[in-house]
């Protein structure tokens, strides 16, 4: 019979991990909808809706600068940003990494 040495490993790799949501508002574009054919005959709830769906689309309130109203709303000034959600956890594992 023959003797197995057995090796105890003496540590473990100890992290905390933390997650957030982070929320940003840009400053807003008002549009003229009569500047927006796609918009014409809507109702300003069905021009909310369309555009929300569509801004990536939809022209730039400044072609020369934007391909696209959604590429102009993302270049504005952040009017409010908020981090919700906060949590951390404690994590354990046998390796390094």
């Given at each position: 019979?023959?003797?197995?040495?057995?090796?105890?490993q003496?540590?473990?790799?100890?992290?905390?991990?933390?997650?957030?949501?982070?929320?940003?508002t840009?400053?807003?574009?008002?549009?003229?909808?009569?500047?927006?054919p796609?918009?014409?005959?809507?109702?300003?709830?069905?021009?909310?809706?369309?555009?929300e769906?569509n801004?990536?689309?939809m022209?730039?309130?400044?072609?020369?600068?934007?391909?696209?109203?959604?590429?102009?709303?993302?270049?504005q000034?952040i009017?409010?940003?908020?981090v919700?959600?906060?949590?951390?956890?404690?994590?354990?594992?046998?390796?390094?990494?």
């Amino acid at each position: 019979m023959s003797e197995q040495t057995e090796t105890t490993q003496k540590t473990i790799a100890v992290f905390a991990t933390e997650y957030y949501e982070t929320s940003l508002t840009r400053e807003p574009i008002e549009l003229n909808i009569e500047e927006y054919p796609e918009l014409e005959g809507m109702t300003p709830e069905e021009a909310i809706d369309y555009v929300e769906s569509n801004a990536w689309e939809m022209a730039s309130t400044n072609p020369d600068m934007y391909e696209s109203l959604a590429e102009e709303l993302n270049d504005q000034d952040i009017r409010r940003d908020k981090v919700t959600n906060e949590s951390q956890e404690i994590n354990a594992q046998l390796e390094m990494f």
